[in-house]
């Protein structure tokens, strides 16, 4: 018996802000699978949104001869979408830590002056209007 965490373990698709930067550097398509405010709010340049809950329908739209990043806030979305990509054979990486660590690590982002959104209507709503309130 192992005494580490099957959660905790590092899976082969995982990849920091650098490695996943030398990916986008070869060509890999960056795919956010968070919801559509989140995306709007902050997101990786050249990335599309493709929210994890119509991945399954639009699966077909990815290649398996293509290199696709998934992510999303934190990375736990997006390490699913990674887990059974990788799984199914196609060339898909998760980035771990999610947009967070990639700001975090000093990482463009955009627009420039855009924010980590929490997921959910609720928290896009109270966003919204803090911003606009000006707090």
């Known amino acids: 018996m192992s005494d580490s965490d099957p959660n905790t373990e590092i899976q ?10 030398e990916l986008i550097a070869g ?17 990786l340049a050249g990335s599309e949104r493709i929210g994890l809950e119509e991945l399954l329908e639009r ?38 830590g999610g947009i967070v660590q990639w700001i975090e690590d000093g990482q463009p982002i955009e627009p420039a002056d855009g924010y980590v959104a929490e997921p959910g209507e609720a928290a896009a709503i109270l966003e919204a209007q803090a911003r606009s309130a000006g707090n």
């Open 12 to 21: 082969p698709f995982e990849r920091s802000s650098v490695e996943v930067s």
């Open 27 to 43: 060509g890999a398509r960056l795919i956010d699978v968070r919801t559509a405010h989140e995306h709007e709010a902050a997101r």
């Open 59 to 96: 699966r077909d739209e990815i290649g398996k001869d293509e290199t696709v990043v998934f992510y999303c806030r934190i990375g736990n979305r997006s390490r699913m979408a990674a887990e059974a990509f990788s799984g199914a054979g196609y060339d898909a990486h998760n980035l771990s």
